[in-house]
């Protein structure tokens, strides 16, 4: 029914704070865009930035059928705009990670009957056990990790078969909480999904799995085998695999859409439904890292995206199964103290302009003559630490730097400490490895030589605005070809190139290898 240029392949982002949706078509051009912002689109569930944070300050959860709403809303929208749902060869997508929905018995035979003369959300209203969904910003959870650290064998053992340590938002603590503060609602659990396979679910009219690589980040999935870690399943709750199903590859067809969006919007019957995965790793697909690839987001928070062929999980940061290609990993690592930390010494030493910030980084030598700084304004989560710390060439501390001294300090110290958790993790610059910088900073040349230098690597950056949904077009596109038959490399071979920003200097990167084992040293003095 497909023909060449026609198809389309279309990529959902079910966020946090909108549903957002990429088409794109066989060239991978994006040819529509469209979005609902929970807050401003659905008021009545009275979100804030598409949460509930409760009295606690801790639980933050978000209204399942808010999601369902969403979707209903996004889809008549596209209808109405004229557009051809027929051509859609395939759909995938991504959901916040770690965030779970609790389907209530009875919820697969709805799913399986839908009425297309109905909109969903009024469909499915009553068939969520737990009608409020425990989602990533949740930190409720710190008795539940304690225990499933201790029934591991402690946190680098948890870390070392689920690519975790475990942390308060991930979904099998989550899930333990529900089991012990709401039993009865979860004895009425027929199925329970991450966002993602919620999402997928919706489309295809029946369960589809959880992906491996949103699978890993919820504490439970052993990262080697693919398989659920069952010391750790039966850990959070009893009969949860019954209620989790089985795991698949992240490029698995679930088989083709329900009849639901045929007969409502126009979908093909042929159109196929790929398993949906996590945003991050969806941003990994939309990004099109390869093997040996480092992606670095320089925001308001750092982080760092890794493809990792023999991970050491660490307890910083996280390793996931890779999502495009099931014999590799990628790692993530979050730094709170990013551009904001920038923007402090940017105001106190270079009177607030980005362009005296970067003479004064430019007029300083690789290095920085032996000084080396520590920022951290908020509390780090890489490492857990916290405050400002100087030392001279003599490795004295100091109270402060001169101006230049001080840009360059906290420029260097950022991506230092980016490079060492990166290798803490398994990552190991090779000949061909890329860094591939987006966010705010990677406008800033002379930031991104010095990124250069220190990963030794070609710097390259990239409009990434929709990553996570272009992740999920391209994986659609993939998913559809036969996923495990070709490469995704060659599926978005046409996607849009990357431009070459800088080149690292050796000389530089000679005194940066060096000047990390300094580094290393301090930054475990102040942990």
């Known amino acids: 029914m497909f023909g060449g240029g026609d198809e389309l392949f279309l990529g959902f982002d079910f966020s946090t704070q909108q549903i957002k949706v990429v088409a794109v078509n066989s060239s991978l051009k994006v040819v529509h865009e469209s979005t609902v912002n929970f807050d401003r689109d659905l008021p009545e569930f009275r979100t804030e930035g598409g949460v509930h944070i409760h009295d606690d300050q801790l639980t933050v959860t978000s209204p399942t059928i808010m999601w369902v709403k969403a979707l209903d809303l996004l889809l008549t929208r596209m209808k109405d705009s004229g557009f051809n749902f027929s051509a859609v060869a395939a759909l995938s997508g991504a959901g916040q990670q770690h965030g779970s929905v609790f389907w209530k018995d009875g919820a697969a035979k709805v799913l399986d009957n839908l009425q297309s003369d109905t909109l969903l959300h009024v469909q499915l209203k009553n068939y969520f056990s737990i009608p409020d969904s425990p989602i990533w910003m949740d930190s409720s959870t710190t008795e539940q990790c304690e225990n499933l650290e201790k029934i591991l064998g402690g946190p680098q053992k948890l870390a070392d078969i689920t690519g975790s340590r475990a942390y308060e938002r991930f979904t099998g603590n989550q899930i333990a909480k529900i089991f012990q503060s709401r039993p009865a609602d979860y004895q009425r659990t027929e199925h329970i ?10 489309f295809h009219g029946a369960y589809v799995p959880i992906d491996i690589s949103d699978g890993s980040g919820m504490n439970m999935m052993d990262i080697h085998t693919h398989q659920w870690c069952q010391q750790a399943v039966d850990a959070c709750a009893p009969n949860l695999c019954d209620k989790l199903g ?27 439904v790929i398993a949906f995965t996590g945003d991050n790793p969806a941003s990994l697909a939309g990004m099109c890292l390869q093997k040996g690839d480092v992606a670095v987001s320089v925001g308001t928070s750092d982080t760092l995206f890794l493809w990792l062929e023999t991970p050491q999980p660490a307890l910083e940061g996280h390793v ?60 780090e989560i890489t490492p857990s630490a916290v ?7 003599n490795g004295k501390t100091v109270l402060s730097f001169p101006p230049g001294t001080e840009v360059r300090a906290v420029v260097e110290s950022q991506f230092l400490a980016k490079r060492l958790h990166a290798e803490n993790l398994g990552y190991n610059i090779g000949c061909n490895s890329r860094v591939i910088a987006t966010g705010g ?85 102040i942990v």
């Open 320 to 379: 996931f199964a890779n999502p495009v290609d099931a014999s590799a990993y990628m790692a993530l690592l979050c730094f709170k103290n990013g551009s904001l930390t920038r923007e402090r010494v940017r105001n106190s030493v270079a009177d607030g302009s980005w362009e005296n910030f970067s003479h004064l980084l430019e007029a300083t030598n690789p290095g920085n003559d032996g000084n080396i700084g520590i920022y951290f304004n908020v509390q």
């Open 441 to 525: 900073a990677s406008s800033n040349t002379p930031i991104l030589q010095v990124l250069s230098d220190i990963f030794n690597a070609p710097v390259y950056t990239l409009d990434t605005t929709n990553s996570a949904c272009l992740g999920s077009a391209y994986r659609a596109k993939h998913g559809r070809e036969g996923g495990d038959k070709v490469a995704f490399t060659e599926v978005v071979k046409c996607a849009p190139a990357y431009q070459l920003a800088v080149s690292p200097r050796l000389e530089a990167h000679n005194i940066y290898s060096k000047m990390l084992e300094r580094y290393k040293e301090y930054e475990q003095k």
């Open 246 to 272: 089985p795991l698949v590859p992240s490029y698995h067809k679930a088989g083709s859409i329900s009849s639901y969006f045929v007969d409502r919007y126009g979908f093909s019957p042929e159109c196929a």
């Open 193 to 202: 999904s991450l966002v993602s396979s919620f999402a997928a679910s919706l």
């Open 387 to 393: 405050g400002t710390y100087r030392w001279n060439s």
